[in-house]
């Protein structure tokens, strides 16, 4: 019943800007976060949000620099990637979950993925 799908990855230089979107389907959940994955590392959690109240939790890697938000009539969530680095280059995905949090196992659905290059 539920799907997520992201879109939104691409090649970009170091400086530039990217905005990935996940749209849900199938229900609402009470907290959807974005995570990533570089090669040969953990998954590790990027951003978060309470999908009924807005609000908005980081990681200190990302903080001032990316940006999560919801939309619920769209019923999307999205990621506003702001002076990319090359550390930022992972696949990112998007995650759903009844009660969220900072760590895979508190999402229940995952997309994809999108895969963000970010060059020197």
């Known amino acids: 019943q539920v799907q997520l799908v992201e879109s939104g990855g691409g090649l970009v230089q170091a400086g530039d800007s990217l905005r990935l979107s996940c749209a849900a389907s199938?229900?609402?959940?009470?907290?959807m976060g974005w995570f990533r994955q570089a090669p040969g590392k953990e998954r590790e959690f990027v951003a978060g949000?309470?999908?009924?109240?807005?609000?908005?939790y980081y990681a200190d890697s990302v903080k001032d620099r990316f940006t999560i938000s919801r939309d619920n009539a769209k019923n999307t969530v999205s990621l506003q990637m702001n002076s990319l680095k090359p550390e930022d280059t992972a696949v990112y995905y998007c995650?759903?979950?009844?009660?969220?949090?900072?760590?895979?196992?508190?999402?229940?659905?995952w997309g994809q993925g999108t895969q963000v290059t970010v060059s020197s």
């Open positions: 199938g229900r609402t959940f009470s907290g």
């Open positions: 995650a759903a979950g009844k009660m969220g949090g900072t760590t895979s196992v508190e999402y229940k659905y």
């Open positions: 949000v309470r999908w009924l109240t807005g609000s908005t």
